[in-house]
């Protein structure tokens, strides 16, 4: 079989990083959600209280652990589960608008799909990332499902959260995301979009399986 990579991109909680590591197993290739490296640098910006992006990123070490999921290390610390609380969250969008974070970050994400054999989960992977992916996913479902999906998430990490807050916070981050002047969230000509408001997991999961293989051969 063909090695391929696979890029997935999408607004908040429509599924991505979920679906992307359940091909990624079907298929034994690497899984990379890029949300959680722009998360890990914007904890460093909250702890630094700094607006020199430029020096932030170069005092930054983060190291991606792929290895039944993946970790994330920033400056030899695991900032996993740190990273998806509701400060980063709140701030996330507007760190990852900055030039300096982008460039720092697209290159080792470029690193990390080098030999192919990557699913990557982002906003920019298809249009920016990985432009030449074989298989490129546009992921979207209805504002009201992917609230609901994250105030679950959100109480199974034990993140306290309310669902207008959720609803306001999604739509807030995909207009900023939508909007940026450096690599917007867009569907990329060649990418497939997927609806999965009403489908399952496993439904989606199908769906990316199956035009997977057809790369493959
Ligand atoms: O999981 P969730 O949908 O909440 O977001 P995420 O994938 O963890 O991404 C968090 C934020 O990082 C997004 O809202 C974007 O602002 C930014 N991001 C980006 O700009 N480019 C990417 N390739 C991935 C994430
Ligand atoms: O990565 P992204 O922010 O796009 O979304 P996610 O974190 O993978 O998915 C958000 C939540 O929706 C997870 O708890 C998934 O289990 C759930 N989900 C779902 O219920 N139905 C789907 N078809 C896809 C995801």
Do not use: W
């Not at 298929?27 to 890990?40: E, L, P, Q, S």
């Not at 400056?75 to 760190?95: C, F, L, P, W």
């Not at 720092?104 to 080098?114: C, G, R």
């Not at 609901?148 to 995301?177: M, W």
């Amino acid at each position: 079989m063909k090695k391929i990579n696979i890029a997935i991109d999408g607004p908040a909680a429509a599924g991505k990083s979920t679906i992307a590591k359940l091909v990624a197993q079907q298929f034994n290739m690497i899984y990379v959600d890029t949300g959680a490296m722009y998360r890990a640098i914007t904890l460093y910006y909250i702890e630094q209280e700094s607006e020199d992006f430029d020096r932030l990123v170069k005092e930054i070490d983060l190291k991606i652990v792929l290895d039944n999921g993946q970790r994330v290390i920033l400056n030899g610390k695991d900032v996993s589960e740190r990273i998806r609380e509701n400060d980063v969250t709140e701030k996330v969008s507007y760190v990852a608008s900055k030039e300096s974070v982008r460039t720092f970050l697209v290159e080792q994400q470029q690193k990390l799909a080098d030999e192919k054999n990557v699913v990557m989960d982002g906003r920019d992977i298809g249009t920016t990332v990985l432009p030449d992916a074989e298989l490129k996913i546009y992921m979207i479902a209805s504002v009201e499902e992917r609230a609901v999906r994250r105030l679950k998430d959100n109480e199974l990490r034990g993140i306290e959260s309310d669902l207008e807050f959720l609803k306001v916070d999604i739509e807030r981050r995909d207009q900023y995301d939508m909007n940026r002047d450096i690599s917007p969230l867009v569907k990329a000509e060649d990418a497939i979009s997927i609806d999965t408001t009403g489908l399952t997991i496993e439904e989606v999961t199908n769906q990316i399986t199956e035009l997977a293989k057809d790369k493959m051969v």
